[in-house]
């Protein structure tokens, strides 16, 4: 083949692969799930404690780290499109706070212990898919890494929260009746994240998220003269990220291959031939 059968073959291929980036922009479909774990920190604002308002920056200048306590989420995610997600979170954390130091020393302190369920829709403003355009996808060397090094989303969601908490009083001067150890209440998560793309299975997420909920009973106690909103609290986390990959069908795959490998197990019916020879008989 000479050199312009050659160069006529490369101009045929750009043209074909020029005009149909939607193969490319389709590869996101082949990882759809994402699962993952890590470790964080939680900070609760209740009616001891820290508070939350507009002066405060809704509690962020309240942050101690004396009252900052270990936070352990978990994860599933589905991808929707390369712009939108929704993602399923269980989460295990701690609180605690006291009044010391605070606009109202009124002698009190708990601990607390949450659990939270919920789920989350997400919009990525910086998608994780990068935007060929032409034979921009290509090298030399062949296709280029469809991927994001960083890629960025906001979220809200609804879920739910139990808390155990334990009040503690140094001034026995309120009443045990605003005490409440187990609560249960809806909790609404709106926040932040920001993910570090390793390759296309492994990557890095990093996600702060705010939590309104409509119990006031997160620390165990609620003062009416003081509680003016329902406790929050804040989650920052550091996970690890990693995407399964998706069956034609749309369900990751080892799902369908253990389908599979549960058929061919499958023994035969009464009615069905074990050989061939009971078959020609």
């Not at 990882?31 to 774990?37: C, H, I, L, N």
């Not at 932040?192 to 890095?204: A, N, P, Q, S, V």
């Not at 009416?224 to 550091?238: A, E, G, I, T």
Request: with cysteine; proline share 4%.
């Amino acid at each position: 083949m000479n050199k312009s059968s050659l160069k006529a073959v490369y101009i045929i291929c750009i043209l074909i692969f020029g005009f149909a980036p939607s193969s490319d922009a389709q590869r996101w479909k082949l990882r759809r799930y994402e699962v993952g774990g890590g470790l964080g920190v939680a900070q609760v604002f209740g009616d001891i404690g820290g508070t939350i308002d507009q002066k405060n920056w809704f509690g962020l200048k309240d942050i101690k780290f004396s009252e900052t306590n270990l936070a352990v989420p978990l994860y599933v995610r589905y991808k929707l499109d390369p712009f939108y997600s929704v993602k399923v979170n269980t989460a295990l954390a701690f609180g605690q706070g006291d009044d010391e130091n605070s606009r109202n020393d009124r002698g009190r302190s708990y601990k607390t212990m949450l659990v939270e369920f919920s789920g989350q829709f997400e919009y990525y403003f910086i998608p994780e898919e990068r935007r060929y355009r032409s034979a921009a996808m290509f090298d030399r060397r062949g296709m280029l890494n469809n991927y994001m090094s960083f890629s960025a989303y906001a979220f809200l969601g609804v879920g739910g929260v139990y808390s155990h908490a334990n009040v503690t009083f140094t001034q026995d001067i309120y009443p045990v009746d605003k005490i409440k150890n187990n609560s249960v209440g809806v909790v609404f998560p709106l926040g932040l994240g920001l993910k570090y793309i390793i390759d296309d299975r492994w990557l890095i997420v990093g996600e702060l998220g705010y939590r309104f909920s409509v119990t006031d009973y997160i620390e165990g106690y609620k003062q009416d003269q003081d509680s003016k909103f329902p406790d929050v609290y804040y989650f920052l986390s550091l996970s690890v990220g990693y995407k399964l990959s998706t069956s034609r069908s749309g369900i990751p795959s080892f799902f369908e291959k253990e389908y599979r490998m549960t058929r061919k197990r499958k023994p035969a019916g009464r009615n069905q031939p074990r050989s061939k020879r009971e078959a020609l008989e």
